[in-house]
């Protein structure tokens, strides 16, 4: 199995300033067909997770432009420009490259 | 718009069975696959199975492999999970979740990825004695 490893735990952070966010797997995750299939998924307090970012930086439908993914092979960093106290909550790293599919550990983003 | 409703959870006893239903609205179901995803309490995500968009591929993880059953019925767009035998270990949140898919260019051709983009709000099942 692939595994997940991301960093820090827990993240806090002012607001309007810049949270990273790093995910390594044990395995690369990019396809003979250029991309890296590894997505980001955010679960707020109390709801279920909804997605972030596919294909390693790709926004899913409806996310601000504040949150960009980037990276290659084993090494991804999530990143949320100028954090709003609404992105509180865990973010999770997937690899979505072989079966069974793996998730980080997770990143709780609390607002200092 | 597009929605995905979990039932069946419960409480039950170590050795027993559930069949969780994900009720799905919104979009064409057959044209899609789905996932089932679980949360222990207090722990993070697992993925558990996966069923393409017409049952022609089926995946589980190790854990669940002879135990658990995903299937689909495209005609009452609902998507399955038969757990028996289950353990105290199977107790969390699950989650059904839809595969949206975006068209990719590659190297030599176009190809099209598919990740979870519309989740359900999750079903909670215990299995205590």
């Known amino acids: 199995d692939i595994v997940m490893t991301q960093s820090p735990l827990s993240l806090p952070v002012t607001p309007g300033e810049p949270a990273f966010i790093s995910c390594r797997s044990s395995?690369?995750?990019?396809?003979?067909?250029?991309?890296?299939?590894l997505d980001w998924y955010l679960q707020k307090p109390g709801q279920s997770p909804q997605p972030l970012i596919y294909l390693g930086s790709d926004r899913a439908s409806g996310v601000s432009d504040r949150f960009n993914g980037s990276g290659s092979g084993t090494d991804f960093t999530l990143k949320l420009s100028r954090v709003e106290a609404e992105d509180v909550g865990v973010y999770y790293c997937m690899q979505a490259l072989q079966t069974p599919i793996t998730f980080g550990q997770g990143t709780r983003l609390e607002i200092k | 718009q597009v929605q995905l409703v979990e039932s069946g959870g419960g409480v039950v006893q170590p050795g027993g069975s559930l069949r969780l239903s994900c009720s799905t609205s919104g979009f064409i179901f057959s044209y899609h696959g789905m996932d089932w995803v679980r949360q222990a309490p207090g722990k993070g995500l697992e993925w558990v199975a996966f069923i393409r968009y017409d049952g022609s591929n089926i995946f589980y993880r190790d854990s669940v492999k002879g135990r658990f059953t995903i299937s689909r019925d495209n005609s009452k767009n609902t998507l399955y999970l038969q757990m028996n035998s289950l353990r105290v270990e199977d107790t969390g949140v699950y989650y059904c979740a839809k595969r949206g898919r975006v068209q990719i260019a590659g190297v030599t051709a176009h190809y099209y990825y598919y990740y979870m983009d519309v989740w359900g709000k999750g079903i909670t099942v215990t299995v205590s004695s």
């Open positions: 395995q690369s995750l990019l396809h003979s067909n250029g991309y890296n299939y």
